[in-house]
């Protein structure tokens, strides 16, 4: 059996505000750095030796991975940074109030575009010219995705490098966002499309999963 761990990042200041962020580069508020620290405080009670770390290209996931791994005493273990991990790009809806939208395009709409697997919400006129990514092409990064869509381009890192490492016993720290984190635990607990929308991950509070050798679920725990 091997130990997988997933963390949400600490509070970010879109978190704070009710803003969508998606692929925006936002901070953490004080208050999200002493959730990364306490969440690093959590793990670290369990004991689990890491062998590997995985985050995205996003400052919020990645200040929260330092904090975590200074807790732990695990800064040496190599830490992989991947777009495949980032948040769901939200496209326009990005920067706007939740609140806001709310009553702008009612309530069902905004619910559809947050909850749903498959809808997509109203996408950028055109892709952002962002360092991170135009490396990778100009149609590269998303105008905006869906649940599913983020689902798709996690896969495959998962299977390329997070799944055999765990395969070959390695444990496995994540520390990504809520709906790319949302996605893989649909992926994981073969979770329906419909039952997605109840899943929540709260900021700063440790996912552990018991794995066997077939990367089925002998366990789950939340630490708080």
Known sequence: MVKLVLVRHGESTANRDNLYTGWS??????????????????????????AACHTSLLQ???VTTDLVLDCL?????????TWR??????????????????????VAQVAKWRR?????????????????YTRLGYSFEPRAESLEMTLQRLVPYWLDHIGPALIDNQPQL?????????ALIKYLE???????????????????????????IIHKQILK
């Not at 809808?119 to 952002?128: E, F, G, K, N, R």
């Not at 994540?174 to 949302?182: E, K, N, Y």
Request: proline share 6%; hydrophobic share 35%; no cysteine.
């Open 73 to 81: 005493a695990q800064n040496a273990i190599p830490v992989h940074k």
């Open 25 to 50: 580069d936002v901070p953490l508020t004080a208050h999200g750095v002493q959730e990364a620290i306490t969440a690093g405080q959590l793990i670290g009670a369990t004991g689990i030796q890491f």
């Open 116 to 132: 749903s697997y498959t809808t997509v919400p109203p996408q950028l006129a055109t892709p952002d010219d962002d360092r991170r």
């Open 174 to 182: 994540i520390v990504a966002h809520g709906s790319s984190l949302r």
């Open 60 to 62: 919020r996931a990645i």
């Open 190 to 216: 073969g979770i329906s499309d419909r039952g997605i929308d109840g899943v929540e991950v709260p900021n700063g509070q440790p996912i552990v999963y018991t794995l066997n050798r077939q990367l089925k």
């Open 85 to 106: 991990l980032n948040e769901r790009h939200y496209g326009a809806l990005r920067g706007q109030n939740k609140d806001w939208t709310r009553k702008v395009y009612g």
